[in-house]
């Protein structure tokens, strides 16, 4: 079917319609933000999203975060006793290529821009700090970091240093209220 | 006037039929199959230990996220159930085994491709450039006829000919190239406009990240400012001369060596999961035909030979009676 398609003029047509559209819309789509991407993206966004051509080549770009991120929930159970519970991670050869996605996530469970995400974590760490013995009525999730210093003479690094961001209250049904 | 305009267009058409609709051998096609289905393959199942934490209802996500009337679409919209998750991650798995082999290969590209987009879009915090790009070529390769060649859909045909690597047009392999050159100069681009690609100190921010770091790279690399210097724009000579240089013939085998180096570097130093892993499938495209029909060929000759030396030995190892 598709070489038949292929070796006809109208075939061929068709697929360099497709060809000239997909394209373009590669470029639009990478091209750097200005007002002519945004009015071609008003075009072309549905186009790319409907086939999930989306795609982003800014790895480290413009600059790479200048600090080393971590992240942990601190969880209160009804006994009073705490515990620092953290995300799931593998080891650096195989680990690597599973727990990557995790540290993906950090970095927006961490960032005040995507707060929707701090409920979920709460209530999903509080609910891995279950046992049935120990019940969490309180979940806080911490950012945790230090600054990376400019290569050359001097320290590398700053002090590691952590904020209690969100705090979440457990109810039995899980249904926590801030 | 217009007899030359006429000349001009023909000659663009002519071109642009050259450049996609050159009918080529399918092995380069069939080599790109495999590389970017054992890439599939192998997040597929990273993704395991994780599946319901990222996917389910109980997950860190529980809400399908809101992409405020795109058109972007996925399964788990429709079917947010911890058995559907389940259920499209075994169809995942089986459809990209499928693929490896070239078995009911469209079907499987596009089981494939559906399953891929379906978690992805059900939660977008958890992935980085590579998966994406892993998803693309897959987009790709269901445009192709991947299953061509070197594949069970192949040796299901007349068996004599599962060696022969039938010409198609080439435009769908023309697009991973062309994807791939986008790829490096928009990268190049994103970079120069930051301070860190400016000062030549970007590469050795990246690889201090802690919770990117993979295998320790020693501290006078990292903490010297010419070695940085170094590193940091050559990172930038190597993509921008991939991204332009790739199509000149000549070039093209030095400058993908070069970004192969940078690959393996990056993925020795950098926490990034299977982005080296796609960008180095995605360079099989730049394969001549006929290499690598050399190299399919070669290594059949090669492994027949192998398993002929291993018949005697085999033989002569049964008890005397029995041969």
Not at chain 1, 69 to 84: I, N, P, Q
Not at chain 2, 53 to 71: E, M, V
Request: positive net charge.
């Amino acid at each position: 079917m598709q070489q038949r398609l292929e070796n006809s003029v109208a075939g061929r047509a068709a697929i360099s319609v497709f060809l000239l559209i997909t394209l373009a819309s590669l470029v639009v789509w990478n091209m750097p933000n200005s007002e002519v991407q945004r009015k071609s993206l008003k075009v072309v966004r549905p186009y790319v999203t409907a086939l999930s051509l989306e795609q982003n080549w800014g790895v480290f770009a413009p600059d790479p975060r200048r600090e080393t991120l971590d992240f942990l929930a601190r969880v209160r159970y009804a006994d009073g006793s705490e515990e620092e519970v953290r995300m799931p991670t593998g080891g650096s050869v195989v680990g690597a290529y599973w727990d990557y996605h995790w540290w993906k996530w950090v970095e927006s469970v961490t960032n005040d821009q995507r707060d929707g995400l701090w409920k979920p974590a709460a209530v999903w760490f509080g609910r891995r700090a279950t046992t049935d013995t120990r019940q969490p009525v309180r979940v806080t999730l911490v950012r945790r970091w230090y600054q990376l210093f400019p290569p050359g003479p001097g320290p590398s690094r700053g002090p590691w240093q952590e904020a209690e961001y969100y705090t979440l209250r457990i109810t039995p049904s899980d249904q926590g209220v801030r | 006037m217009r007899r030359m305009l006429e000349e001009h267009v023909r000659r663009g058409v002519s071109a642009w039929d050259a450049f996609w609709f050159t009918p080529v051998d399918t092995s380069t096609l069939a080599l790109f199959r495999i590389a970017v289905a054992t890439v599939v393959l192998g997040w597929t199942l990273a993704l395991a230990p994780s599946l319901y934490a990222f996917y389910s209802r109980d997950g860190i996500l529980p809400a399908y996220p809101d992409y405020q009337g795109s058109l972007a679409w996925g399964l788990l919209e429709w079917f947010p159930s911890n058995g559907a998750v389940t259920l499209f991650y075994f169809v995942l798995l089986l459809a990209s085994i499928c693929l490896l082999a070239g078995f009911a290969t469209r079907a499987a590209a596009f089981l494939v491709f559906i399953c891929m987009v379906s978690f992805a879009h059900r939660n977008p915090w958890v992935l980085n450039s590579g998966d994406l790009l892993v998803q693309l070529l897959v987009f790709y390769l269901l445009l192709a006829p991947a299953g061509d060649a070197l594949s069970v859909d192949r040796w299901l045909k007349p068996r004599t000919a599962f060696w022969e690597f039938p010409r198609r047009a080439i435009w769908p392999l023309r697009l991973v190239q062309v994807q791939v050159s986008i790829l490096y100069i928009v990268a190049v681009w994103d970079k120069v406009r930051g301070d860190t690609w400016n000062d030549g100190t970007a590469v050795s921010y990246a690889l201090r990240i802690g919770d990117l770091s993979r295998f320790p790279v020693p501290s006078f690399v990292t903490d010297s400012q010419v070695i940085a210097n170094f590193l940091t724009f050559g990172t930038l000579a190597i993509e921008l001369s991939i991204g332009i240089l790739v199509w000149n013939r000549v070039l093209r085998p030095w400058v993908l060596l070069l970004g192969v180096s940078l690959h393996l570097g990056i993925d020795y130093g950098v926490r990034v999961g299977f982005f080296s892993w796609a960008v180095l499938a995605a360079y099989v495209v730049f394969i001549p035909p006929d290499t690598a029909r050399s190299l399919i060929l070669s290594t059949r000759d090669r492994l027949g030979r192998l398993s002929v030396a291993n018949l005697p030995s085999v033989a002569a190892n049964r008890p005397a009676g029995r041969r």
